[in-house]
């Protein structure tokens, strides 16, 4: 069985387990970056400035400490052509909190997903133009979801409109990263922001296996932070490339530009899910 954790759950839990250990800075972000052969020097937009042995940019998919130290994101984003956007509904919006339904029509999809305690639209799709992506532009996201989905039945127009409703709904391109070297000298980075696989991937379960990896390489090479980051960047990547190589195809199976193509993903999904049992039912647009 298939078994979910939140990522606010995970938060917690890792908060939980870190803060008598680590300090903990929230409402802040890193604004420079200025490595010699000791340490670096991080200057904060709030707080002071610190000097650390260390530096691991665990910052996401659009990553200050990879765009300060590495380069500017276009670099290393790879655009699948495709979006996501999601936004929280109302407990009462799905029947069965134990079940996921879904509907597929060519280039769209659009999942209700119970989630744990608040259920959720989620949105995939390649939009009909790729407008140059402003990811501040909230206005130019709810009209780019309302746009894609303007001739979907179902419950598409109740969805829709509870995503027009909220005032800051998630939307992003789907994008891979894909970072040549994962380090640079006492600066590493972790998770979406070395490597993301899109929302098609493993991404939280490679962030988690990258951290412990890490850790596991850092306590092993405690005087010498260049092997470990080898190290560790070694084991990864090997977890990592092949998720990677799948994600084009993958995108390309999961919201199918055709009918044909929507009748075969509907078919292999049945099949995989007699498998696993996995509690999805697909909708009927209408
Ligand atoms: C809609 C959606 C659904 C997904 N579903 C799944 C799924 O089902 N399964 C799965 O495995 N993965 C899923 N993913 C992918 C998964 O969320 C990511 O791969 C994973 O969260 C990556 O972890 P991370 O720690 O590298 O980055 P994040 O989880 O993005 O964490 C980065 C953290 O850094 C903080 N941060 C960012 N910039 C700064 C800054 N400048 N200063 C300070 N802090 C900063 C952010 O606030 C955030 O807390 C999904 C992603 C999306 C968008």
Known sequence: ????????????????????????LFDDTVTALDQDEGGVDV?????????FDLVVGADGMHSTVRRL????????????????ATVPLEPDAI?????????????????????????????????????????????L???????????????APELVAAFLDHPAPFFDPLTT???PSWS??????????????????DGSSMAMAGAYALAEELAAHPVDHTRAFAAYESRLRREVGPRQRRVGPLSRFMVPRTRPGLTVRNAVGRAVGRTNRTASREAANR
């Open 69 to 84: 130290v590495f380069g500017p994101e276009r670099q290393f984003a790879g655009d699948l052509g495709l979006y996501g």
């Open 141 to 155: 996201h709810k009209q780019t979801v309302a746009d894609a989905y303007a001739d979907v039945r179902w419950r």
């Open 1 to 24: 069985p298939t078994v979910e954790v939140t990522r606010a759950d995970l938060s917690e839990v890792l908060h939980r387990s870190a803060h008598t250990e680590a300090d903990f």
């Open 95 to 139: 029947e069965d909190p134990t079940e996921m339904t879904m509907l597929t029509v060519p280039n769209r999809m659009l999942v209700l997903h119970p989630s744990r305690t608040t259920p959720l639209a989620i949105f995939t799709f390649r939009a009909a133009q790729s407008a140059p992506h402003d990811r501040k532009n909230i206005a």
């Open 177 to 179: 990263v894909r970072v």
């Open 43 to 51: 200057t904060f937009r709030r707080s002071s400035p610190r000097r």
């Open 184 to 201: 640079r000298g006492r600066v590493v980075l972790l998770g979406d922001a070395a490597a993301a696989t899109a929302l098609l991937g």
